[in-house]
Structure formats: structure tokens, C-alpha cells
């Protein structure tokens, strides 16, 4: 995916349109699991529809498996599309369901109904639905109906299996096991697989690479550590995970916090306005020091989050449990060389 560029028509006199993507630029390797990470509205969904041919782009070049899309219509490209709500057909069975898209095709590029037969057993029994393709969508569980959206979408041997939110319908018990199977089904099928989720944490754990986007652009993409690790810019550093916000000035390749009175940070930042950003658990409390107090201290599962007010900023850090805890009251130096410093947007 190169340049990619989509508007939608806009509703206003103007005839202004609203643009979905804006430069898009991807290259997802063979066997690679990719998730699409960003806020609603970044463009994650139309990015899919148009590899899967729902949708066209009004400029750029779309490629799979080397072979240009322009007009390709989504029939032929080889394409497996799993959507967030199913899209089970209700009055079909569960066998049928997986069936479609090979009995519609071509009579030319049919398999023989005995063929077709036995894919569908396999992926029934692959995906642990064996017994169940008599029944009809209704009457399956949710993520049991979600596992035959998957096996209709693999049914067709795709080049490319595309997942939309696939989970977004079910509950957190559901989802996480579903997480674990997926990626493993992945892997065992050889499987090149793009997934759109608005979940940090599914993205991370499922991914070999994740691609943030924001406003159709493709902020970063990395492998989920080094993503986390190394954010590109203050966008991708908040948008995984908590992030304390500082506002500073570099000058000199130091910064400089504007409200803080603590030593300057060396950077490689232009100079100009910037902010500092350094995630709870890198900020570190001196014994001794006088930079902040300790406004309130809380449980937060395996660490402490503690609340500190500082020069009329406040910041929350996140201790290991376990440790001698800090106390309402008392004071501490900062210490915030973790911090990273990226220009002021």
C-alpha cells in the first residue's frame, strides 16, 4: 500500500469532502500478523475495506501478493473478511454459512460439491465446531458464531485473511481466549492476517508488528515492545498507554521545564516549545528531596499508584507493591531523566 488517499462525500453546501485516508503508506509481510491501532475515526476500517475491495482510493496503489488491485473487484482478490457483527446469514446453516463463498463462485472455478463438503469438515473441526454445522447462527453462542465468520472467510483459501474488530461483540472472558486461539491458528495455517482493533492491550499481545494511525496516516509501526519503548512522537506515546504531560523549552539541547524547578533534560529536540512525556512507572521518588509531595497513595493491583502535586503540577507515579509505601504528606525529589521529549503539536 502506497500514497493511499480516500475522501467521502461531504454533506456540507460546500460539498466538502471528509478524508479517511491521507497518504497511507504499508507494507505487511507474508505470515505476518498486523494489527491497526488508533482512535475512531483514523482510518483504520477504510484502510481494510479498500484492501478487501469494498472500497476504491482515490489515489495511491493497493498491491497483494505483488499484483496490482486497480479494478480488481473483491471477488477475485483472493481476500478473507472477518467483520466485528458476523454477518451470518440467519437462514442458512452453520455448514452453508461457511460454504457461500465458494458455492457462488464461477462454475468454472467451482470446487465439486464433495470438495466443498469436506473443507467444510475440516475447517468445522479446525475450529472446534464439529457437530454444530446443522445449526443455524441463532443458536450459537457469540463467539462460537464469530468462529464460523472466520471459517467462512478461510473457506476460500485467502491470500489475505482481514479482521475487523472481530471481537468488538464480545465479552472480556470471551475476547481473551479468542485472542489466544486466533494467533495460534494464525501460526499453525500460515495465515498473513490484518487486524483493526481499538484495543492496546489485544493489539500488543497478538501482534508482530502494529501500525498506529491517526487522522488516515500511519503514524509508527514496530513490533508491540519497541513500539512501547520508543514512541516516534508524543502522539503514539500517549496514545499507548498513561503518560504524565510536562511542558518545557528546549534550548541548547537541554529542556527545560516550564513549571518544574528540576534539572533540565539533554535532548535531540529542535529547540523551541516542547512537552516532556514519562509514563508512572518511570518516574522515581527520592528520599530526602523536596520537588513534591504525596497527595494520596492507592492500591493498583501489582503496584501502588501514588498521587504527587509539585509546583501546581500534578503527577501520578506507579511503585512496585511490596516496597516501603510513601505516606500522605511527605516529600520526595523527582527524578524524571526517563522522560521523553518531543516538539510542542
Not at 488517499?5 to 485516508?21: N, P, V, W
Not at 482515490?58 to 458476523?86: E, L
Not at 463467539?143 to 478461510?154: M, T
Request: glycine content about 10%.
Amino acid at each position: 500500500m502506497l500514497d493511499l488517499h480516500k475522501s467521502f462525500a461531504g454533506s456540507s453546501a460546500a460539498g466538502a469532502g471528509t478524508a479517511a485516508l491521507s497518504g497511507a503508506s504499508l507494507s505487511v509481510r507474508q505470515g505476518e500478523f498486523l494489527a491497526l491501532l488508533g482512535p475512531s475515526g483514523s482510518g483504520k476500517t477504510t484502510l481494510l475495506r479498500v484492501l478487501a475491495g469494498l472500497e476504491f482510493v482515490d489515489s495511491g496503489q493497493v498491491r497483494i501478493g505483488g499484483r496490482s488491485m486497480d479494478a480488481v473487484p473483491a471477488r477475485q482478490r483472493k481476500v478473507g473478511m472477518v467483520f466485528q457483527h458476523y454477518a451470518l446469514f440467519r437462514h442458512m446453516t452453520v455448514a452453508r454459512n461457511i460454504a457461500f463463498g465458494l458455492e457462488v463462485r464461477p462454475s468454472g472455478e467451482r470446487p465439486s460439491k464433495a470438495e466443498i463438503r469436506r473443507r467444510v469438515a475440516d475447517l468445522l473441526d479446525m475450529m472446534g465446531l464439529t457437530g454444530l454445522g446443522d445449526r443455524h447462527p441463532e443458536q450459537l453462542s457469540g463467539g462460537q458464531r464469530q468462529r464460523v465468520a472466520l471459517a467462512r472467510a478461510l473457506a476460500i483459501e485467502p491470500e489475505l485473511l482481514l479482521l475487523d474488530e472481530p471481537f468488538g461483540a464480545l465479552d472480556a472472558k470471551v475476547r481473551k481466549s479468542l485472542r489466544v486461539w486466533l494467533r495460534d491458528l494464525h501460526d499453525r495455517m500460515g495465515l498473513t492476517s490484518i487486524f483493526v482493533t481499538h484495543d492496546q492491550a489485544e493489539a500488543i499481545e497478538m501482534a508482530d508488528r502494529v501500525a498506529v494511525l491517526r487522522a488516515g496516516r500511519i503514524e509508527q509501526v514496530a513490533a508491540p515492545d519497541r513500539l512501547y519503548a520508543e514512541p516516534i512522537n508524543a502522539f503514539v506515546h500517549e496514545f499507548l498507554g498513561e503518560s504524565a504531560r510536562l511542558d518545557c523549552q528546549v534550548a541548547g539541547g537541554m529542556a527545560r521545564f516550564d513549571r518544574l524547578r528540576l534539572p533540565p533534560l539533554p535532548t535531540l529536540c529542535l529547540p523551541g516549545p516542547a512537552i516532556a512525556l514519562i509514563r508512572p512507572q518511570e518516574i522515581g521518588l527520592i528520599p530526602g528531596g523536596a520537588d513534591a509531595q504525596v497527595h494520596r497513595v492507592q492500591p493498583a493491583g501489582p503496584f501502588w499508584r501514588v498521587s504527587l502535586r509539585a509546583d501546581g503540577e500534578t503527577l501520578e507515579a506507579l511503585l512496585p507493591a511490596g516496597g516501603t509505601l510513601p505516606v500522605s504528606g511527605e516529600s520526595f525529589g523527582l527524578d524524571l531523566s526517563r522522560a521523553r521529549i518531543y516538539p510542542a503539536e
